[in-house]
């Protein structure tokens, strides 16, 4: 059973930086699109980075500059750094892999989440 566990939330002043991390337990980001997502309370989960196999990125505008999501596929393993945080960016951060094939049961996997606030 595939899992990803995310890590290096916390509590940071606005400005400030963090660099979350998702260690994955299989092989599922090896040739594949992996994205961060998050969440606030009350809001939608909505998509904050993306890399595909080939290192292509996308951020939607509210990260555009800010946010940088990389991969290291030797160690199963994307980061997202956050640099210039804004209050906004506050909200639990999710990254998520599409399993292809019978093994991975052709189906979203996700990480737990892990809770970033920014607040002076």
């Known amino acids: 059973q595939v899992q990803l566990v995310e890590s290096g939330g916390g509590l940071v002043q606005p400005g400030g930086s963090l660099r979350l991390s998702c260690a994955a337990s299989?092989?599922?980001?090896?040739?594949?699109?992996v994205r961060w997502y998050r969440q606030a309370p009350g809001d939608q989960r909505e998509l904050v980075a993306r890399?595909?196999?080939?290192?292509?990125?996308y951020y939607p505008d509210s990260v555009k500059g800010r946010f940088t999501i990389s991969r290291d596929n030797a160690k199963n393993t994307i980061y997202l750094q956050m640099n210039s945080l804004k209050p906004e960016d506050t909200a639990v951060y999710y990254c998520?892999?599409?399993?292809?094939?019978?093994?991975?049961?052709?189906?979203?996997?996700w990480g737990q989440g892990t809770q970033v606030t920014v607040s002076s």
């Open positions: 998520n892999a599409f399993g292809y094939g019978y093994e991975l049961g052709n189906r979203d996997y």
């Open positions: 299989g092989s599922i980001f090896s040739g594949n699109t």
């Open positions: 890399i595909s196999s080939g290192g292509s990125t």
